[in-house]
């Protein structure tokens, strides 16, 4: 058995950046033509209005304030409300490619190989741009490595059950070393026209080269164990898909085609599961609480976080030791968890142990426990 570590982190943001303030005029211009345009029914009270949005309700419910994205003009145009991209010839790479190669060469560099020396890639997220052939395939083909590659979806914990997938492999000696990425366009799944969702999302990939800890090339991260938990519910879901076409209403624009969610319920249910996921993996491995120097969460919601540090800690958690990216990033999916240990590691010291911990639809938790070797 060999002890399988992370060597190298990389995150691709993308330059487009679309602010609260920038999406509220959006949304609202959107809401005023659909109240004009029913503005018979809504008197008549057969149809409802549409509610403006507002800046800084966002951020308060949220800890939003801005999001990267790869189309902004589509988004903030009233009439079109998603991402406009353009129609890729199948001899091109694809988005998802594309974003993948740009975090994989950051995080190649960070743990000092060559893509040659790669043995797997693992695209792992919550939204891939086509059926087949697998993403993965791609970026193995683009990157030049040789060995083989698979997709994953566990929706907002792809990368933490990616992760676990890469250790098993490392662990047992099938492969020396392992790509994983997250190429997350959550713009492209989100519902732009929904007041009660319309500025959770934004895009970005990540990145982890993870290798046998003894051929690491400087400091890395051990990983001391993983863990991960699935649990049926409904209560985030997305019904696209391409069986869509078969079904007597699949051609229609539906709202359950999009990202739904019914958000109290998910705060409500997804808390308690994670506060008792990551104490009973802690118990697992005879550590404590206060053992864990930073805790790198899904990036989703800041309450929702505050409490499950909180829970986790028994108190209120120190902003240095529960980092936010949500602020500027959004909500990346997959992606979140490890943005937050990717720009929030460095500074601690050998010995010190952290946490990544990502939860989603599913319900999905997965967890990492890491150790920094200087």
């Keep these: 058995m060999y002890q399988p570590a ?40 057969t149809c409802a209005a549409v509610p403006h949005s507002d800046a800084e309700f966002i951020f308060s419910a949220s800890g939003i304030r801005q999001r990267h ?4 003009s589509g988004v903030l145009d009233p009439d079109v409300m998603h991402p406009q ?79 676990q997938a890469a250790a098993d492999m490392i662990r047992s000696g099938s492969v020396k070393s392992v790509l994983m990425v997250n190429p997350e366009i959550c713009s492209g799944h989100l519902e732009w026209r929904d007041r009660d969702c319309h500025f959770i999302f934004g895009d970005v990939c990540t990145a982890v080269v993870l290798e046998r800890a003894e051929d690491a090339k400087g400091p890395h991260w051990e990983i001391l164990g993983t863990r991960c938990l699935t649990q049926f519910s409904n209560n985030i879901r997305n019904n696209n898909g391409f069986l869509r076409r078969t079904r007597p209403d699949g051609l229609a624009d539906r709202r359950d085609m999009q990202f739904m969610q019914e958000g109290r319920k998910v705060f409500k249910q997804v808390v308690p599961i994670v506060v ?16 864990i120097k930073r805790l790198w969460l899904h ?19 120190d902003p ?32 010190d142990l952290g946490l990544i911990c990502s939860f989603g639809a599913g319900y999905s938790v997965g967890s990492v426990v890491l150790r920094r070797v200087a």
Excluded: W
């Design 6 to 45: 992370i060597t190298g982190t990389g995150v691709f943001t993308p330059p487009e950046v679309i602010t609260n303030e920038e999406l509220v005029v959006a949304f609202n211009a959107y809401a005023d033509k659909q109240n004009a345009l029913h503005a018979d029914e809504i008197a008549a009270g």
């Design 69 to 72: 994205v790869m189309n902004k």
């Design 85 to 163: 991209l353009r129609q890729r010839d199948d001899d091109e790479p694809g988005i998802m490619a594309e974003m993948a190669l740009a975090a994989a060469k950051q995080a190649l560099a960070e743990a000092g190989r060559e893509a040659s020396e790669i043995g797997a890639v693992i695209v792992a997220a919550s939204n891939h741009e086509r059926a087949y052939p697998a993403i993965a395939v791609e970026v193995q083909q683009l990157l030049g490595i040789d060995g083989f590659g698979f997709d994953m979806n566990v929706a907002c914990s792809s990368a933490t059950f990616g992760i």
């Design 276 to 291: 008792e996921h990551i104490g009973g993996q802690l118990a697992e491995l005879d550590l404590s609480a206060s053992d």
């Design 299 to 317: 990036q989703a919601n800041k309450t929702m976080n505050d409490l499950i540090g909180k829970r986790v800690l028994g108190r209120e958690p």
């Design 320 to 351: 240095a030791e529960q980092p936010n990216i949500l602020q500027d990033y959004a909500n990346t999916s997959s992606a979140g968890s490890i943005i937050a240990f990717s720009k929030h590691s460095r500074d601690l010291e050998s010995g």
